[in-house]
């Protein structure tokens, strides 16, 4: 509306039939005063209108609007049956269920095959095409998540294979160096020496592309032209990027695309990316079980709301929230947009526990619980440091984290901020049928060449 007013206003309109020429010695006051104080109402009008767009909410799509765009979201859209099984519930499937809980029967806290579209795992050893793809984690958890994301989605489709480094060096003496890898992630200086935590993703997580036995093999073998994409590569691909999630053209967020060898037929870009994701990322039995029973300790046994806050290390790169305030605004109305008014448990995940407070000082009468209750981390997570950490400091680091991302994944709502890669990678862990409407930013992303 406000584009049509703008254009409307700002196109010259005639009348060609009738010409009215009056000399501006002849304007009353009376007219001038009125043409002024119209000027200046449009003209106030339209710069608040300019002022709340950067502020408007975002990704906040009418549910119904949204499912008209999901048509092709049906279990045919999945055609391989080795992919893609129906599976009816048994009785002992129902009892379970209704013995667990609100907590343990939310789709991360059971095993993938059990969703409504059953997530078998990928093999990663079916590739055809001669490209390999390798690939470092130099960057923080979900950052490199996403981007294994992108690449797993990119390999697939070309029928290639692709593997993580997670170490140091290059692939082999005969490279020269053209392929370097320096795995930060695991990386970590003990006693002034450089050492690595190898393996690292599989400590917490399945098997994410080929193992390094299979590489080693394949690399040596002669017949493979080796990549290394880099970020800028990862994110300009056809499953990279971020224009699904930053923009509400419905021709962009749903695009429609396939991957054949996979059993992906026309399906739409972020569907897709969800149900791929639940595929590849495979949280291990042992850790998904103990971030499920820690979520369930915590009273999550209706549904809640999930706040994300992330501060620590960010501070040094962006603009923050310093306040909760934001938070509660929007609290506020997505409780009585999604919970008929009625104040849910509110979980709040974050890498600085002294936010738990602020929360409780502005809403003493909220239940807010979050994992800072069993892992502390007061002074914010800074990326940099990790590398002084010892094992089990990683680990419980990291059991807090994926707890937290399952804690976020499964809520009915979620509010959150832009500046973190944590945020698009929980929007891809929601269920398929989480709509846009309650996944909501508290600082709308500035994307250029986008309006926020």
């Given at each position: 509306?406000?584009?049509?007013l ?14 009215l020429i009056m000399?501006?010695s002849?304007l009353?006051r ?24 950067d502020y408007?909410?975002f990704?906040?799509t ?21 992919s893609?099984?129906t ?5 002992t ?7 667990s809980?609100?907590?343990?029967n939310t ?14 795992p990928?093999?990663?050893?079916q ?20 981007k294994?994301?992108k690449?797993a989605?990119w ?15 290059v692939?082999?003496e ?14 970590r ?5 450089d ?16 193992e390094?036995?299979?590489f080693?093999?394949?690399l040596?073998?002669?017949?493979y032209d080796?990549?290394?994409p ?30 054949p ?5 026309n399906v ?6 969800k ?8 949280i291990?039995?042992?850790v ?31 603009s ?6 934001p ?27 002294s936010v ?6 502005a ?10 209750d069993?892992?502390s981390?007061?002074?914010?997570f800074?990326y940099k ?12 680091h ?7 991302m399952?804690?976020m994944?499964?809520?009915r709502?979620w ?11 929980v929007?891809f862990?929601?269920?398929l049928?989480a ?18």
């Amino acid at each position: 509306v406000l584009h049509r007013l703008q254009a409307s206003s700002l196109t010259p309109q005639r009348n060609h039939s009738a010409h009215l020429i009056m000399p501006s010695s002849n304007l009353s006051r009376r007219v001038k005063s009125v043409l002024a104080v119209t000027t200046a109402l449009a003209a106030a009008s339209l710069l608040f209108a300019s002022l709340n767009k950067d502020y408007r909410p975002f990704l906040r799509t009418p549910a119904n609007d949204e499912q008209e765009h999901r048509q092709l979201l049906q279990l045919n859209s999945f055609n391989d049956p080795k992919s893609i099984q129906t599976r009816t519930p048994s009785p002992t499937d129902i009892l379970d269920q209704a013995r667990s809980g609100f907590m343990h029967n939310t789709q991360w806290c059971r095993p993938p095959e059990e969703d409504a579209f059953p997530a078998p795992p990928i093999d990663y050893n079916q590739c055809e095409n001669p490209q390999l793809i390798h690939m470092d984690i130099n960057g923080g958890m979900t950052s490199y998540l996403n981007k294994i994301l992108k690449v797993a989605m990119w390999a697939a489709r070309d029928n290639s294979c692709f593997y993580i480094n997670e170490g140091l060096g290059v692939l082999n003496e005969a490279d020269g160096g053209k392929h370097f890898s320096h795995s930060k992630l695991g990386y970590r200086l003990v006693d002034g020496q450089d050492t690595y935590m190898i393996p690292f993703l599989t400590r917490y997580f399945g098997q994410m592309g080929l193992e390094k036995s299979r590489f080693e093999e394949m690399l040596a073998s002669g017949t493979y032209d080796v990549i290394t994409p880099s970020p800028s590569d990862i994110n300009h691909h056809d499953f990279g990027g971020k224009a699904s999630l930053t923009t509400n053209d419905p021709k962009k967020r749903f695009e429609i695309m396939s991957i054949p060898q996979l059993g992906y037929n026309n399906v739409e870009r972020l569907s897709l990316k969800k149900h791929f994701l639940r595929r590849m990322f495979r949280i291990n039995a042992d850790v998904r079980d103990r971030a499920c029973r820690r979520l369930a300790s915590q009273g999550l046994d209706d549904e809640y709301m999930a706040l994300s806050v992330r501060r620590g290390d960010k501070v040094t790169e962006t603009s923050i929230l310093d306040t909760v305030d934001p938070y509660i605004r929007l609290a506020e109305e997505g409780i009585n947009s999604h919970f008929d008014g009625k104040v849910p448990t509110m979980f709040v995940a974050t890498d600085d526990c002294s936010v738990m407070q602020e929360f409780r000082d502005a809403r003493p009468d909220w239940t807010f619980v979050s994992e800072c209750d069993n892992a502390s981390e007061a002074n914010g997570f800074v990326y940099k440091e990790m590398k002084l950490w010892s094992e089990e400091q990683t680990d419980a680091h990291f059991n807090k984290f994926i707890a937290e991302m399952i804690g976020m994944a499964s809520a009915r709502y979620w509010i959150g901020v832009a500046t973190t890669n944590v945020s698009y990678w929980v929007y891809f862990m929601r269920s398929l049928e989480a709509t846009d409407d309650s996944f909501i930013w508290a600082d709308p992303p500035r994307v250029p060449g986008l309006p926020w």
